[in-house]
Protein backbone atom coordinates (compact mmCIF):
# COMPACT_ATOMS: atom_id res chain seq x y z
CA UNK A 1 0.00 0.00 0.00
CA UNK A 2 1.16 3.23 -0.82
CA UNK A 3 1.32 6.35 0.50
CA UNK A 4 1.35 9.94 -1.04
CA UNK A 5 4.45 11.39 0.97
CA UNK A 6 6.22 14.63 0.31
CA UNK A 7 9.85 15.93 1.75
CA UNK A 8 10.03 18.80 2.18
CA UNK A 9 13.70 20.30 3.29
CA UNK A 10 13.60 22.41 6.69
CA UNK A 11 9.57 22.26 6.73
CA UNK A 12 9.73 18.79 7.92
CA UNK A 13 10.05 15.46 6.87
CA UNK A 14 7.01 13.90 5.06
CA UNK A 15 3.19 14.02 4.07
CA UNK A 16 1.54 12.49 6.92
CA UNK A 17 -1.46 12.04 5.27
CA UNK A 18 -2.33 8.26 4.33
CA UNK A 19 -3.75 8.72 0.65
CA UNK A 20 -2.99 5.76 -1.60
CA UNK A 21 -1.29 5.23 -4.62
CA UNK A 22 -1.74 8.25 -7.27
CA UNK A 23 -0.47 11.39 -6.24
CA UNK A 24 -2.72 13.69 -5.56
CA UNK A 25 -2.09 18.35 -6.36
CA UNK A 26 0.52 19.63 -4.18
CA UNK A 27 -1.88 22.52 -2.73
CA UNK A 28 -5.36 20.52 -2.14
CA UNK A 29 -5.42 17.16 -0.24
CA UNK A 30 -1.91 17.46 1.56
CA UNK A 31 -2.18 20.32 3.64
CA UNK A 32 -0.36 22.53 1.16
CA UNK A 33 2.73 20.02 1.21
CA UNK A 34 4.93 19.17 -1.53
CA UNK A 35 4.38 15.91 -3.40
CA UNK A 36 7.96 14.52 -4.37
CA UNK A 37 7.32 10.79 -6.10
CA UNK A 38 4.28 9.85 -4.29
CA UNK A 39 6.14 6.23 -3.42
CA UNK A 40 6.69 5.84 0.18
CA UNK A 41 4.91 2.31 1.58
CA UNK A 42 3.04 2.58 4.96
CA UNK A 43 6.74 0.92 6.24
CA UNK A 44 8.62 4.27 5.25
CA UNK A 45 5.57 6.04 7.03
CA UNK A 46 6.99 5.84 10.50
CA UNK A 47 10.42 5.31 9.78
CA UNK A 48 10.23 8.39 9.41
CA UNK A 49 7.28 10.15 10.01
CA UNK A 50 7.33 10.48 13.77
CA UNK A 51 10.87 12.21 13.17
CA UNK A 52 9.56 15.18 12.24
CA UNK A 53 6.14 16.96 10.48
CA UNK A 54 5.91 18.67 7.65
CA UNK A 55 5.49 22.60 7.25
CA UNK A 56 2.89 23.74 4.54
CA UNK A 57 3.48 27.20 4.13
CA UNK A 58 7.47 26.88 2.95
CA UNK A 59 8.80 25.02 -0.19
CA UNK A 60 12.32 23.74 -0.12
CA UNK A 61 14.58 22.20 -2.82
CA UNK A 62 13.90 18.31 -2.45
CA UNK A 63 17.67 17.37 -1.83
CA UNK A 64 17.93 18.98 1.73
CA UNK A 65 16.20 16.23 3.56
CA UNK A 66 16.03 16.48 7.37
CA UNK A 67 17.51 13.32 9.15
CA UNK A 68 15.05 10.03 10.11
CA UNK A 69 15.41 10.18 14.47
CA UNK A 70 15.81 6.87 16.45
CA UNK A 71 14.74 7.80 20.31
CA UNK A 72 13.40 5.33 22.33
CA UNK A 73 15.04 6.82 25.52
CA UNK A 74 12.21 9.73 24.66
CA UNK A 75 9.26 7.76 24.79
CA UNK A 76 7.32 7.23 27.85
CA UNK A 77 8.10 4.76 30.66
CA UNK A 78 4.18 4.23 30.84
CA UNK A 79 3.09 1.64 28.26
CA UNK A 80 0.03 2.74 26.27
CA UNK A 81 -0.46 6.28 26.85
CA UNK A 82 -2.24 7.95 23.51
CA UNK A 83 -0.93 10.96 24.04
CA UNK A 84 3.13 11.07 24.08
CA UNK A 85 5.05 14.97 24.74
CA UNK A 86 8.14 15.54 24.12
CA UNK A 87 7.31 19.07 23.97
CA UNK A 88 5.06 20.04 26.09
CA UNK A 89 2.44 22.06 24.38
CA UNK A 90 -0.68 20.54 26.74
CA UNK A 91 -0.74 20.90 30.35
CA UNK A 92 -1.10 17.53 32.14
CA UNK A 93 -4.62 17.62 32.82
CA UNK A 94 -4.95 18.24 28.74
CA UNK A 95 -3.38 15.30 27.83
CA UNK A 96 -4.79 13.26 30.50
CA UNK A 97 -8.22 13.93 29.25
CA UNK A 98 -7.42 13.54 25.73
CA UNK A 99 -5.45 10.09 26.19
CA UNK A 100 -9.29 8.77 28.82
CA UNK A 101 -11.28 10.29 25.18
CA UNK A 102 -8.39 8.61 22.82
CA UNK A 103 -8.83 5.36 24.66
CA UNK A 104 -12.79 5.25 24.92
CA UNK A 105 -13.07 6.19 21.16
CA UNK A 106 -10.74 3.03 20.97
CA UNK A 107 -12.83 1.00 22.78
CA UNK A 108 -15.86 1.99 21.55
CA UNK A 109 -15.71 2.63 17.94
CA UNK A 110 -12.10 0.39 16.70
CA UNK A 111 -10.46 3.68 15.71
CA UNK A 112 -7.08 4.64 17.25
CA UNK A 113 -6.29 8.33 17.60
CA UNK A 114 -2.72 8.69 18.55
CA UNK A 115 -1.38 12.21 19.16
CA UNK A 116 2.89 13.04 19.29
CA UNK A 117 3.56 16.76 20.19
CA UNK A 118 7.34 17.42 19.31
CA UNK A 119 9.93 19.70 18.45
CA UNK A 120 12.26 18.00 15.74
CA UNK A 121 14.91 16.41 16.55
CA UNK A 122 13.41 16.04 19.70
CA UNK A 123 11.53 13.31 19.00
CA UNK A 124 11.64 9.58 19.70
CA UNK A 125 11.46 9.31 15.70
CA UNK A 126 11.61 5.50 14.36
CA UNK A 127 10.75 4.49 18.19
CA UNK A 128 7.01 5.35 17.76
CA UNK A 129 5.97 2.43 15.99
CA UNK A 130 6.95 -0.08 18.07
CA UNK A 131 5.64 2.13 21.05
CA UNK A 132 1.96 2.14 19.50
CA UNK A 133 2.32 -0.94 16.61
CA UNK A 134 1.45 0.94 13.73
CA UNK A 135 2.32 1.97 10.67
CA UNK A 136 4.50 -1.68 9.77
CA UNK A 137 4.51 -3.45 6.52
CA UNK A 138 2.06 -5.88 6.02
CA UNK A 139 -0.11 -4.80 9.22
CA UNK A 140 -3.89 -5.07 8.45
CA UNK A 141 -5.57 -2.81 11.30
CA UNK A 142 -5.41 0.51 9.40
CA UNK A 143 -8.02 2.22 11.23
CA UNK A 144 -5.48 4.39 12.97
CA UNK A 145 -5.05 8.39 12.72
CA UNK A 146 -1.75 9.60 14.21
CA UNK A 147 -1.42 13.10 14.97
CA UNK A 148 1.87 15.10 15.18
CA UNK A 149 2.33 18.47 16.46
CA UNK A 150 5.41 20.46 15.59
CA UNK A 151 5.52 24.06 15.39
CA UNK A 152 8.75 24.16 13.45
CA UNK A 153 9.51 27.95 14.94
CA UNK A 154 6.37 29.19 14.00
CA UNK A 155 6.53 29.34 10.07
CA UNK A 156 4.36 26.88 9.18
CA UNK A 157 0.92 24.40 9.86
CA UNK A 158 1.14 22.47 12.90
CA UNK A 159 -1.20 19.86 12.84
CA UNK A 160 -0.16 16.86 10.54
CA UNK A 161 -2.14 13.67 9.98
CA UNK A 162 -0.81 9.88 8.72
CA UNK A 163 -4.51 8.52 8.10
CA UNK A 164 -4.97 5.00 7.69
CA UNK A 165 -7.20 3.25 4.81
CA UNK A 166 -9.75 2.00 7.18
CA UNK A 167 -10.31 5.70 8.37
CA UNK A 168 -10.50 7.19 4.91
CA UNK A 169 -14.35 6.41 4.27
CA UNK A 170 -15.55 7.92 7.55
CA UNK A 171 -12.87 11.09 6.87
CA UNK A 172 -12.27 11.91 3.46
CA UNK A 173 -9.35 13.83 2.09
CA UNK A 174 -10.66 17.05 2.08
CA UNK A 175 -11.78 16.76 6.00
CA UNK A 176 -8.25 16.98 6.48
CA UNK A 177 -7.74 19.91 4.53
CA UNK A 178 -9.91 21.61 6.82
CA UNK A 179 -9.51 20.47 9.83
CA UNK A 180 -5.93 21.88 9.56
CA UNK A 181 -6.83 24.86 7.99
CA UNK A 182 -9.54 25.30 10.94
CA UNK A 183 -7.53 25.12 13.77
CA UNK A 184 -3.63 24.21 12.26
CA UNK A 185 -2.93 27.70 10.85
CA UNK A 186 -0.32 30.51 12.68
CA UNK A 187 -2.94 32.54 12.89
CA UNK A 188 -4.95 30.16 14.91
CA UNK A 189 -1.93 29.41 16.90
CA UNK A 190 -1.58 33.03 18.00
CA UNK A 191 -5.06 33.94 18.85
CA UNK A 192 -5.69 31.12 20.85
CA UNK A 193 -2.70 28.93 21.97
CA UNK A 194 -1.27 25.67 20.49
CA UNK A 195 -3.11 23.71 22.95
CA UNK A 196 -6.88 24.77 22.03
CA UNK A 197 -5.70 24.06 18.32
CA UNK A 198 -4.62 20.07 19.99
CA UNK A 199 -7.52 19.70 21.54
CA UNK A 200 -10.55 21.23 19.12
CA UNK A 201 -8.73 19.00 16.22
CA UNK A 202 -8.93 15.68 18.52
CA UNK A 203 -12.20 16.72 19.95
CA UNK A 204 -13.29 17.52 16.05
CA UNK A 205 -12.03 14.15 14.78
CA UNK A 206 -13.57 11.81 17.56
CA UNK A 207 -16.94 14.26 17.68
CA UNK A 208 -16.90 13.04 13.64
CA UNK A 209 -15.83 8.83 14.28
CA UNK A 210 -18.84 9.38 16.92
CA UNK A 211 -21.76 11.12 15.10
CA UNK A 212 -24.67 9.24 14.27
CA UNK A 213 -23.48 9.53 10.12
CA UNK A 214 -20.14 8.41 10.94
CA UNK A 215 -18.61 10.74 8.51
CA UNK A 216 -17.59 14.23 7.62
CA UNK A 217 -16.01 16.41 5.20
CA UNK A 218 -15.95 19.37 7.73
CA UNK A 219 -15.06 20.28 11.26
CA UNK A 220 -18.00 20.51 13.41
CA UNK A 221 -18.31 23.13 15.84
CA UNK A 222 -16.36 23.23 18.80
CA UNK A 223 -16.99 21.63 21.66
CA UNK A 224 -18.09 17.62 22.10
Known sequence: MKFLAALVALNG????????????????????????DGSVTRKDFLNVAASTAVISQLPMPASARLEAVNRPDLLPS?????????????????????DGMLA???KDTGFRLRVLCQNYPNTPGLAIRDYWDLGKEGQKDDKYIVLVVDQFGGRGNVLNFNVGDGVKF?????????????????????????????????????????????FCTAPPDEGM
Open 13 to 36: LIGLHGFSNKQAPSRDVSLGMTPL
Open 104 to 106: SLE
Open 170 to 214: ALPNVFWTRLSGKYGTTFFVKENGIDLAITNAVEAIVSCLRSEDG
Open 78 to 98: DPGLNVIQTEKFLTSGQAKRL
